[in-house]
């Protein structure tokens, strides 16, 4: 097998303290429709050493002068649910709760946005207090039910735990497949606002929708976390992921909602996860393009640190 891949393919000299920490979580246990998710953060790794290193914000090619760690995967032998999201919080912990690292979380399937929040709560600038973060979603899926087939800690319940678990605001970003629960609910609880793919799209106004959008993710203050189900894209993009969905967002779409809150004066970007990628069984987009959106996190939070 050789020496596990590193992200971007870089010589990483572990003697250094990162700046910047990848983090490999093949945690996947409640996947209802695709499988596959387990391989994504290996799959993400060795394609992102065919990705660019050239970066137009930053003044040198990435690593830009960061220091970049890529950890061992997590792995745990648990036997149950609650057991395996104990062990994926534990193996989280020493970096989401350091103020001087950002994590870059490889999942996996979306079902570990719990894990992360737990994992996250002690963190200097949240003490505690997790109503002071927003969980920026972009998803296909509004993962607000409060169970699937009888599994409160599904992925489909994600970010309804991660509220149970107290964040204080949930934007939700590519929406296109939810139930009625799950629109009542985010109707009715004024943490969560949900922005849907067919308003984003839309032919007659979608670019207005799009501006206000950008005006309010350029508005976000405090905490943030970021949380990229890579199908909030369209299927051209990513043939092969947990749960696709058509009608997705574009790249461009993407990239500039990630460059908006990168850029935004008033918050604070804490960390990020890009799960639900699936080696393609021909080809390899999928996680080539998961590999694009951690480089695009990892791009971001540098050119905000030297700014």
Not at 8 to 21: N, T
Not at 112 to 135: F, K, R, V, Y
Not at 260 to 289: H, M, Q, R, Y
């Amino acid at each position: 097998m050789g020496e596990p891949p590193t992200f971007l393919g870089l010589s990483e000299d572990r003697s250094l303290s990162p700046d910047i920490v990848i983090l490999p979580v093949p945690y996947e246990l409640t996947t209802s429709y695709g499988q596959g998710t387990a391989e994504g953060p290996e799959s993400c790794l060795r394609a992102s050493a065919q990705v660019e290193l050239y970066d137009p914000r930053l003044p040198e090619d990435l690593p830009a002068g960061a220091v970049i760690r890529t950890e061992a995967a997590w792995s745990s032998e648990a036997g149950t649910l609650n057991e395996q999201l104990n062990s994926v919080t534990e193996y989280l912990s020493k970096w989401l709760s350091d103020d001087s690292v950002f994590p870059v979380v490889l999942g996996g399937e979306h079902g570990l946005l719990p894990a992360q929040i737990s994992a996250i709560e002690n963190h200097p600038e949240l003490q505690g207090n997790l109503e002071q973060i927003t969980i920026v979603q972009f998803d296909a899926h509004a993962d607000l039910r409060d169970e699937l087939d009888g599994e409160k800690w599904s992925h489909a319940c994600a970010a309804r735990r991660s509220l149970d678990k107290g964040a204080g605001q949930l934007i939700q970003i590519g929406v296109r497949a939810w139930s009625r629960e799950e629109a009542k609910f985010s109707e009715n609880d004024n943490r969560v606002r949900t922005h849907l793919a067919s308003d984003i799209l839309a032919v007659s106004n979608g670019q207005k929708v799009w501006e206000s959008l950008m005006d309010e993710l350029s508005m976000i203050s405090g905490p943030v976390w970021i949380s990229v189900d890579i199908d909030v894209l369209d299927g051209y993009l990513v043939p092969s992921t947990g749960t696709p969905v058509p009608g997705g967002l574009s790249w461009w779409h993407l990239e500039s909602a990630l460059a908006t809150i990168f850029e935004s004066k008033n918050c604070n970007v804490l960390g990020a996860d890009v799960v639900e990628t699936v080696p393609d069984i021909e080809g390899s987009l999928t996680p080539f393009t998961a590999a694009m959106i951690a480089t695009r996190l990892v791009g971001g939070h540098i050119h905000r640190s030297i700014q």
